[in-house]
């Protein structure tokens, strides 16, 4: 396990490379261009300074380097192009992640459907008395929240193991507060240098 300090230097570091190339790709950005050119970079920046035994983290490089030009151009940068293009192979290939308003959108209709699962589900209680046993509603507890980590964490849907699974969740975690760690120094340092 490498060394926070080091860790989040790092990211800062290919953060801000990424976030120059991505400026250097378009000049001129909108509000809306920026915010997803400081989400793409610092997820690329997280996702390089993790070693590459890490699923979620190739997933991530895979699933950013497929968005669109300027992405891919940027993935190429901070991890070169040949890992880029065997990353990308392997995870769109394996995989049927499509973009993220297609997944939003998924996302609603599970929703609408779960609802509309519930309201069926209490009108055959209602008729139709079972005794569960505890063991059962435990195992399918377990079975949902599993699905659910899937997916939360980039490359979970392709991960069999819940070992495994939990293991690249809590790394995933750790990740992720390195990245936000970093961001507020990086916000605290340029207030300060704002204030005098």
């Not at 497929?66 to 990353?87: A, F, M, P, W, Y």
């Not at 390195?178 to 704002?194: D, E, I, N, W």
Request: aromatic share 4%; with cysteine.
């Amino acid at each position: 396990m490498q060394n926070p300090r080091s860790e989040k230097l790092e990211f800062l570091q290919k953060w801000m490379e990424g976030m120059g190339k991505f400026t250097s790709l378009k000049k001129n950005m909108s509000l809306l261009e920026r915010k997803k050119a400081i989400k793409v970079s610092a997820d690329l920046a997280m996702a390089s300074t993790r070693t590459e035994s890490k699923c979620w983290s190739r997933a991530l490089i895979a699933n950013i380097a497929s968005r669109d030009h300027n992405s891919k151009v940027l993935t190429e940068h901070v991890i070169g192009s040949s890992q880029c293009l065997r990353l990308r192979k392997a995870f769109t290939s394996s995989s049927s992640s499509s973009s993220s308003f297609s997944q939003l959108k998924n996302k609603r209709m599970l929703n609408r459907t779960r609802k509309i699962m519930k309201r069926r589900r209490r009108t055959v209680r209602s008729r139709v008395k079972k005794v569960v046993m505890a063991d059962s509603i435990a195992r399918r507890l377990v079975q949902k929240r599993t699905e659910m980590l899937k997916r939360l964490v980039p490359g979970g849907d392709l991960m069999d193991d819940d070992v495994s699974l939990i293991e690249e969740t809590l790394d995933y975690i750790q990740s992720l507060r390195s990245q936000v760690q970093a961001m507020r120094c990086l916000l605290a340092t340029s207030q300060l240098m704002k204030c005098s």
